[in-house]
């Protein structure tokens, strides 16, 4: 065999050749069977030559805010894809109606209609919004695309309607308590009287303003066709607010 | 080429794996006995580091034990335990490419010596002489640079002496396809001392 030096001009040498020059004797590694066998008898489901599973684990460790994200992200991406797996199970018979609907958007219509229960009880329980959002759809004809816009919003009014429902729920109570006072002492702080009956009438008039800000935002999202006929199930929105008002106590 | 197989050899693997489907790890030690030389020599080549090397032929024989229930026969054991052996090294080098800064190589040049050359051949001398050595050198890097598909195949052609057909087995290919890897990974080794040339 003729090896070249870098000057050399001999022809290259035939890889076959080269490669049968590339020997090795391994010596034999007499322990190799009993650490396999102790692996297999300690960890059947090893794998330390290939460790994707813990690396990628390891990588995230060290990215809390990647992490932080990919839960925000699930969480919120399940959450809308339970809601709307629950709707599509229920749109083959929606059950609700204007009156069911209206308690889902208005506090104040909610808390008359649920005071006048007896014993009084909260009528939009959890599964109201969905019945209700089942019923505008058939009702609307809406497509994918608008009733998944139209959940979206009123799931972020949900709350708020909540929160408003129990101010009013808290202050009609106060209210109440005083009218029983009234009767057995007449010791009564008027001024305090006087700032609830405020307070009541302020959250009156935010909890109506939302719903007409609900009413607003989904006028926007249907066709004008369809806005006449929304609006059409709703009754005249001023008309709305004064229904939802009739039940109040007057004003001292 | 340094290893073929023999029919009484394959026998023995296919009662071997029949034992072993009993659940019995003592049913794996005449199969190291038997096979891991042929693992070394292919792993060692690939990997050219004797660390991984060690671990990839112990874990190809982890595999072969939970994987028992995978192996058909027909198909033999060679193809079988070359194709896990050829993924684990395939996984291996990924491994490496990605955490270079774990490089067995980097650490052991700290110390002056590399395993590989230990492993590669403890018995060096006038096999390798100082005038082959280059040359051979090249050829290992080289061997180093081919694709996965291609030095797979050279591997366990030239020195495993396995045939077309169970390379096609590990390497996923067609048997034309096989003999186009070979082809061009022959190709390429023969510009081994033509760079320093250019």
Redesign the interface.
């Known amino acids: 065999?003729s090896?070249?030096s870098?000057m050399?001009t001999q022809p290259?040498?035939?890889?076959?050749n080269?490669?049968e020059?590339?020997?090795?004797?391994?010596?034999?590694?007499i322990h190799?069977?009993d650490?396999?066998?102790n692996?297999?008898?300690t960890s059947?489901?090893?794998?330390?030559?290939?460790?994707p599973l813990s690396s990628w684990l390891a990588w995230l460790v060290k990215r809390p805010v990647y992490v932080g994200g990919f839960a925000a992200v699930f969480l919120v991406t399940g959450g809308l894809i339970a809601l709307m797996a629950v709707l599509m199970l229920r749109e083959s018979n929606p059950t609700a109606s204007p009156v069911e609907y209206r308690l889902v958007i208005d506090p104040v219509y909610r808390l008359t209609q649920s005071a006048e229960l007896s014993p009084p009880r909260d009528l939009a329980d959890a599964d109201a919004m969905i019945e209700a959002l089942n019923w505008l759809k058939k009702e609307l004809r809406l497509d994918g695309d608008q009733f998944s816009k139209l959940v979206s919003l009123h799931g972020n009014f949900e709350a708020t309607f909540a929160g408003q429902f129990q101010d009013l729920q808290a202050s009609e109570a106060l209210m109440n308590d005083f009218d029983q006072l009234r009767f057995q002492s007449e010791l009564i702080d008027f001024i305090e009287v006087y700032r609830t009956l405020e307070n009541f009438k302020k959250q009156r008039v935010r909890a109506s303003e939302t719903t007409a800000d609900l009413v607003h935002q989904v006028s926007e999202i249907v066709t004008s066709e369809q806005r006449g006929r929304y609006l059409e199930l709703l009754g005249d929105l001023s008309q709305f607010r004064k229904e939802s008002t009739r039940g109040a106590p007057p004003a001292t | 080429m340094e290893h073929r197989l023999r029919p009484d050899s394959e026998m023995s693997d296919l009662e071997d794996m029949d034992c072993l489907q009993t659940g019995d790890?003592?049913a794996?030690?005449p199969l190291?006995?038997r096979w891991?030389?042929r693992l070394?020599?292919f792993v060692?080549?690939y990997t050219q580091d004797t660390h991984s090397?060690?671990?990839?032929?112990?874990?190809v024989?982890?595999r072969v034990?939970?994987r028992r229930s995978q192996f058909q026969a027909k198909h033999g054991f060679a193809p079988w335990v070359f194709t896990i052996a050829a993924n684990?090294c395939r996984?291996?080098a990924r491994?490496s490419k990605r955490h270079p800064e774990e490089s067995w190589d980097a650490s052991s040049e700290e110390g002056g010596s590399s395993h590989r050359e230990r492993?590669?051949?403890?018995?060096a001398g006038p096999?390798?002489t100082a005038?082959?050595e280059?040359?051979?050198t090249e050829?290992?890097s080289m061997v180093m640079e081919l694709p996965h598909d291609q030095k797979t195949a050279?591997l366990l052609h030239?020195?495993e002496g396995l045939a077309t057909p169970e390379i096609a087995t590990i390497v996923g290919c067609s048997r034309r396809g096989v003999e186009t890897r070979i082809y061009r990974a022959?190709k390429q080794?023969?510009?081994?001392?033509?760079r320093?040339?250019s």
């Not at chain 1, 020059?21 to 590694?29: A, L």
């Not at chain 1, 059947?44 to 460790?51: D, I, L, R």
């Not at chain 2, 090397?53 to 874990?59: L, P």
């Open positions: 065999m090896v070249r870098p050399s290259p040498e035939d890889p076959h080269l490669l020059k590339w020997e090795i004797k391994p010596p034999p590694d190799l069977a650490r396999v066998i692996q297999i008898r059947p489901a090893a794998s330390p030559a290939e460790p | 790890p003592e794996l030690r190291i006995e891991e030389p070394l020599s060692y080549r090397t060690r671990d990839i032929v112990q874990e024989f982890v034990y939970h684990l996984n291996r491994w492993l590669a051949d403890p018995h096999r390798e005038e082959s280059e040359a051979l050829l290992k050279v030239h020195y022959m080794l023969k510009r081994v001392g033509q320093k040339l």
